[in-house]
């Protein structure tokens, strides 16, 4: 089992649609974890941090479930703009290796 | 720019050569990271620094890969006699030692290997 997974996609969802991805990780140990925005053919650019109680900025929120070791991110209003491919990151101790999931496509569609 | 700075953006090179990238990180970061990406996936861990100590390498980093972070600051990976599987997007990023840890990329360098 990898340590990090995501549904790779892609997911094509209209505009102002609410869609929401999952982040599945094995390592139990895991202690921060971070949803990563990487558009096509450049470097991935940190979208949220992920906190225990779930936080939400704008139109993104995301959500952890330590029990089920998941996390989550939920995009309201999809915009033309937020088609990309989003990656979550996991690390087991503050600072070290982050372990990247494959990442999951977005195609938001007019 | 106060970014992660990398170079060079691209290099094309020979089968069998050797190839020499730079990472500038964010000034007051003291941990910077190696990752690589492949079309289609996630980055992959190479390699890790906490100011000049390098604390962690990966399996995938063979023996013809080697980093340096001399200063504490900037950083170097080198491939040595490269192959066409080492044809990638090499991906370095720093992060500070408060906080949560989070990780900023560079531009990244992209090497094709003919």
């Known amino acids: 089992r990898k340590e990090v997974e995501q549904d790779p996609g892609p997911f094509n969802v209209p505009e102002g649609a609410t869609v929401a991805f999952n982040c599945t990780y094995s390592?139990?140990?895991?202690?921060?974890f971070f949803w990563y925005r990487q558009d096509c053919r450049k470097e991935p650019k940190l979208l949220m941090s992920?906190?225990?109680s779930g936080n939400e900025d704008g139109r993104f929120t995301a959500q952890l479930n330590r029990a089920s070791q998941y996390i989550s991110l939920l995009i309201r209003d999809s915009k033309l703009s937020d088609s990309a491919t989003y990656l979550c990151?996991?690390?087991?101790?503050?600072?070290?290796?982050?372990?990247f999931g494959p990442g999951t496509r977005l195609s938001v569609l007019p | 720019d106060t970014g992660v700075s990398q170079d060079p953006r691209h290099k094309i090179t020979k089968r069998g050569q050797n190839v020499t990238f730079r990472c500038d990180p964010i000034?007051?970061?003291?941990?910077l990271y190696w990752y690589r990406q492949t079309l289609g996936q996630g980055p992959e861990f190479l390699t890790y620094?906490?100011?000049?100590?390098?604390?962690?390498k990966s399996r995938l980093l063979s023996d013809r890969f080697s980093a340096e972070r001399p200063k504490g600051s900037f950083s170097t990976l080198e491939i040595q006699r490269t192959e066409q599987g080492d044809s990638a997007m090499y991906l370095c990023?720093?992060?500070?030692?408060?906080?949560?840890?989070?990780?900023?990329f560079g531009q990244g360098t992209r090497l094709t290997v003919v």
């Open positions: 990023a720093s992060s500070p030692s408060g906080g949560v840890g989070e990780a900023f």
């Open positions: 390592n139990s140990a895991s202690q921060s």
């Open positions: 992920v906190y225990s």
């Open positions: 990151a996991v690390n087991a101790d503050y600072g070290q290796n982050f372990v």
């Open positions: 000034s007051e970061h003291n941990r």
């Open positions: 620094f906490q100011n000049e100590a390098q604390l962690e």
